[in-house]
């Protein structure tokens, strides 16, 4: 149980276009879910987090306007990274609270590789 | 606000040797805390977790963590190397109350020599 998966698994854009990673609470409901990036041998960033029904919270320094969460329902959430450049390039990783188990912990999904050419 | 702090961003053990990966925190209130493993190109699994009951944490993979309060340490270890401990280690400490929300460590790079 509690499972988590992200589409894709890795994809490669161009400079200037949008790309959106889905992130799936596949045998639980998630009313939150917390989207980080990490770049290469570094640790994890909390980007932000999304609460389903509601507009996300965004960590200080992360544009909201770039990276666009929608949490439409209690299995989706999703990380929109508009206008991509190279700097965008990143691993993003998801995770989510089981919300019927009232439990703290977290299921962490296997990550989204983006890159931006 | 809460922290945490890692100690050693690579340690290096021979195969069948103690390892201690050391994790310091800061939390305002009592916190929830964390040991997660992550392999190269994967997402995080978690070893073992602290959420106020024994103060002695055992994961898996015969990892075990001890919460020292006076200290604000959690330090993982497991009492025999193998070669597939092997990857990147993160403490993460949560905040109840806070939503929730998990900050990671700087993370720590196992390396396990044969």
């Known amino acids: 149980g509690a499972v988590v998966s992200q589409h894709p698994s890795w994809v490669i854009c161009k400079s200037g276009t949008s790309v959106k990673i889905e992130c799936r609470s596949l045998?639980?409901?998630?009313?939150?879910m917390f989207w980080y990036r990490q770049f290469p041998k570094q640790s994890l960033m909390l980007m932000a987090t999304?609460?389903?029904?509601?507009?996300?919270?965004?960590e200080q320094g992360v544009e909201k306007d770039k990276f666009l969460i929608n949490h439409a329902s209690l299995t989706l959430s999703t990380l929109t990274v508009t206008s991509a450049h190279p700097e965008d390039s990143s691993f993003y990783i998801c995770?989510?609270?089981?919300?019927?188990?009232?439990?703290?912990?977290?299921?962490f999904g296997p990550g989204t590789r983006l890159t931006v050419t | 606000a809460q922290s945490v702090t890692q100690l050693g961003s690579h340690v290096s053990v021979s195969e069948g040797a103690l390892v201690l990966l050391r994790c310091n925190y800061s939390s305002s209130v009592p916190p929830y805390l964390f040991w997660y493993v992550q392999y190269p190109n994967q997402g995080l699994q978690l070893l073992l977790k602290y959420t106020s009951a024994a103060t002695l944490v055992k994961g898996i993979n015969g990892f075990e963590a001890e919460f020292k309060k006076s200290e604000t340490s959690f330090h993982l270890t497991k009492p025999s190397a193998h070669m597939s401990d092997a990857a990147e280690y993160f403490c993460?400490?949560?905040?109840?109350?806070?939503?929730?929300?998990?900050?990671f460590g700087a993370g720590t790079r196992l390396f396990v020599k044969a």
């Open positions: 999304s609460n389903e029904g509601s507009k996300a919270t965004y």
């Open positions: 995770s989510a609270r089981d919300t019927l188990a009232g439990t703290y912990e977290q299921y």
């Open positions: 045998d639980f409901q998630a009313t939150t």
């Open positions: 993460a400490v949560s905040e109840r109350g806070g939503g929730f929300k998990t900050i």
